[in-house]
C-alpha cells in the first residue's frame, strides 16, 4: 500500500521535470557577440520561431534597440526606450544587418 503515494510521486516529478520538451515549449536564448566580446544582440526562440524579447547593443555597450515577436512576427519595436513604426522599425533592421 506504501508503493501508491511513492509512484504518484515519482510520476508528478517525472512531469514536473519534462513537461516543457514534452509540450513543445523548449526556448532557446541565441547570443550574438562583438569582436571585442561585448554582447550585440539576444533572442529568444520557442520551437525554432522568434519568440519573446530581442535586445541589440551598440559596440560600447549600450542598448541600442529593443523588440518583442510573437510566433516569429515582430509585434513591437523600439529604440532607447521609444516604440517605433513599422517603417522605422525595417529601416533600422537593414543598418543592423549592415553593421
Known amino acids: 500500500m506504501k508503493t501508491k503515494p511513492l509512484t504518484f510521486l515519482l510520476a508528478l516529478t517525472f512531469l514536473f521535470l519534462f513537461c516543457g520538451s514534452v ?10 557577440y562583438w569582436d571585442k566580446g561585448k554582447l550585440r544582440s539576444e533572442e529568444h526562440y520557442k520551437d525554432g520561431k522568434k519568440e519573446g524579447l530581442w535586445t ?44
Not at 57 to 84: A, C, Q, T
Request: aromatic fraction near 10%; charge should be positive; glycine fraction near 14%.
Open 23 to 32: 509540450f513543445g515549449q523548449e526556448t532557446e536564448v541565441k547570443k550574438e
Open 56 to 99: 541589440g547593443w551598440f559596440r560600447n555597450g549600450k542598448k541600442m534597440s529593443e523588440g518583442h515577436y510573437k510566433d516569429g512576427k515582430k509585434v513591437d519595436f523600439g529604440l532607447n526606450g521609444m516604440k517605433m513604426g513599422r517603417k522605422h522599425s525595417n529601416e533600422l533592421s537593414k543598418m543592423e544587418t549592415n553593421s
